[in-house]
């Protein structure tokens, strides 16, 4: 099933209702610098697609899992960190064949951490945890730490949006 990422933009919870004006708008009523703003939507685009990618393979190949990782950036300060929502979600696991696989994939909202690795059968821990739809969080617009609203987009260049 070869699906484009407009299509799978509208099947995400976050995805649909992320437009990149909603983005940049959000970020110059932060007081955000065009600099910071042009560099954070390079940023988002690239996570967005990322994201894609491992939606696509997973609908693709449903005898798949993916495995929830979250990303950590090295030069913001701990309380900014990845929320606790998100911590507790590591080394989850979420089999392809869920029948709300697409609703219960991260991003779970801009800024959030966690991310999904695909692993397969063989690859699967000994005791694996799998995510249940009670546990997921809701998606929703912004994370919690909101850590990406005073980032120096301009001058860094983190590895997770």
Not at 123 to 147: A, I, R, V, Y
């Amino acid at each position: 099933m070869q699906t484009d990422d407009t299509t799978l933009s509208n099947l995400h919870p976050l995805f649909t209702r992320l437009s990149g004006q909603v983005v940049w708008l959000l970020m110059e009523e932060h007081d955000a610098s065009s600099e910071d703003v042009n560099a954070f939507m390079d940023n988002v685009m690239a996570w967005r697609s990322a994201h894609l990618k491992i939606m696509r393979e997973l609908l693709e190949d449903n005898s798949r899992y993916l495995q929830i990782t979250v990303d950590h950036i090295g030069d913001i300060p701990v309380d900014q960190e990845a929320c606790k929502t998100c911590e507790a979600l590591k080394g989850k696991i979420i089999p392809a064949s869920h029948p709300e696989l697409i609703s219960m994939l991260p991003p779970y909202s801009l800024g959030c951490r966690c991310r999904g690795k695909i692993i397969t059968k063989k690859e699967l821990p000994e005791n694996p945890q799998f995510l249940s739809k009670d546990e997921c969080p809701k998606h929703s617009f912004m994370c919690q730490t909101g850590w990406f609203l005073n980032y120096p987009w301009a001058e860094k260049t983190p590895t997770a949006t």
